[in-house]
């Protein structure tokens, strides 16, 4: 059984940095694109950041320039480094790995910027 688990969310104010990571386990096979997801409260789910397995990447507008993903093949990890956060970016992030034909998500993690 394949569990992403995720971490680095958290509480942090507005201009500060966080850096969430998300590894997956189990028996994950053939791995193609890597993403982080949010969802902010009474809004729905978009793409932040997307990583392909040949290390193309890219973002929405929103966070161009302030967000990096990245991702560790070895240990089918991967990463979204945060800075100059605001507190528009406040939501639960998700992460989402394709493998083969399908598709595994994350449990969440809060990210809270204050002003």
């Known amino acids: 059984q394949v569990q992403l688990v995720e971490s680095g969310g958290g509480l942090v104010q507005a201009g500060g940095s966080l850096r969430l990571s998300c590894a997956a386990s189990g028996s994950i096979f053939g791995i193609k694109a890597m993403g982080w997801h949010r969802q902010a409260a009474g809004k729905q789910r978009e793409q932040v950041a997307r990583?392909?397995?040949?290390?193309?990447?890219n973002y929405v507008d929103s966070v161009k320039g302030r967000f990096t993903i990245s991702r560790d093949n070895a240990k089918n990890t991967v990463y979204l480094q945060m800075n100059s956060l605001k507190p528009e970016d406040t939501a639960v992030y998700y992460c989402?790995?394709?493998?083969?034909?399908?598709?595994?998500w994350g449990q969440g993690t809060q990210v809270t910027v204050s002003s």
């Open positions: 990583v392909s397995s040949s290390g193309s990447t």
């Open positions: 989402r790995i394709d493998a083969g034909s399908y598709v595994y």
